[in-house]
């Protein structure tokens, strides 16, 4: 692996780049929605993106993830060029960034009805590793989502938005990645429900791994990720903070 590190003072495992985009512009057939975007992530970090609705953050993750309809600019994970200039093929290369260590935990609850909660979670071991090491991985999860626990034989359809959301995300965090991209983990839920999910979040212990997560509401970030940035109208703002949003806002 040739990512950049970081000496760590006080002999702490020095940190290294998980993922570092330089330049990258991406959007749909004419549409350019991200432009020249600069961002790295530290192995143990995890960072908040915030920005309004329509600002970037989804296409910025689906840009990691190859699936926008273009791209141009780098993109590298653990220190591989995953990115590059793209165009015609949304999908064409998603399967050897996720090889190299993404997990892309996408808005909304991608689950089918009638399998068990048990079954989406095995659904997410789908490296033959994590497929190995499937029962302790849903134990990890169990522990960060507990009302799962009692769920695991029950068809998803007949569980609350909340508990789906669990699921989702459970289902993500089964995969052995080293980046977990979020993509507004509170969308649609209750006030309760959706700082539950965030709590559940925060919990993740991340090792050497990182975690992005996409939210609009800045509150349920402050204090808890340990940096968070803006996002506007397709370019990064530097570290945000609820000052920022409330700026983004007059702005529109
Ligand atoms: N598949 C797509 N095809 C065409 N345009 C798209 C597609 N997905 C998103 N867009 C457009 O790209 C722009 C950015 O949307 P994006 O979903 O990335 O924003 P966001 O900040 O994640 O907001 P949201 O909260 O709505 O997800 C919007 O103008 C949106 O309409």
Redesign the pocket.
């Known amino acids: 692996m040739d990512a950049a590190a970081i000496a760590a003072p006080g002999g702490a495992p020095a940190k290294h780049e998980i993922l570092n985009v330089k330049g990258l512009s991406a959007g749909?057939g004419p549409?350019r929605?991200i432009h020249a975007l600069d961002f790295i992530v530290y192995s143990g970090e995890r960072v908040g993106l915030v920005?309004l609705?329509?600002?970037?953050?989804?296409?910025l993750f689906y840009a990691i993830a190859g699936l926008t309809g273009w791209q141009r600019g780098s993109i590298r994970l653990n220190g591989v060029e995953v990115g590059r200039t793209r165009s015609q093929g949304p999908g064409r290369f998603t399967h050897l960034v996720v090889r190299q260590g993404l997990a892309l935990i996408p808005?909304g609850d991608e689950i089918f009805h009638g399998l068990t909660v048990g079954e989406h979670l095995d659904s997410g071991a789908f490296t033959p590793r994590a497929w190995r090491e499937r029962k302790q991985r849903k134990e990890r999860v169990l522990a960060i989502f507990p009302p799962l626990v009692k769920l695991m034989d029950t068809p998803v359809g007949r569980l609350s938005g909340g508990e789906r959301r669990m699921v989702s995300i459970g289902r993500g965090l089964m995969a052995e990645a080293s980046l977990f991209l979020v993509d507004?983990p509170s969308l649609g839920l209750a006030p309760k429900a959706g700082k539950s999910v965030m709590a559940a979040l925060m919990s993740v212990e991340l090792g050497s791994s990182a975690m992005v997560i996409?939210e609009?509401n800045v509150a349920l970030l402050e204090g808890k990720v340990d940096r968070i940035i803006g996002?506007h109208v397709g370019k990064l703002k530097g570290e945000a903070s609820a000052a920022l949003a409330f700026q983004t806002r007059r702005e529109l």
């Open positions: 749909y549409m929605v920005g609705n329509g600002h970037g953050k989804s296409t808005q507004e996409a609009q996002m």
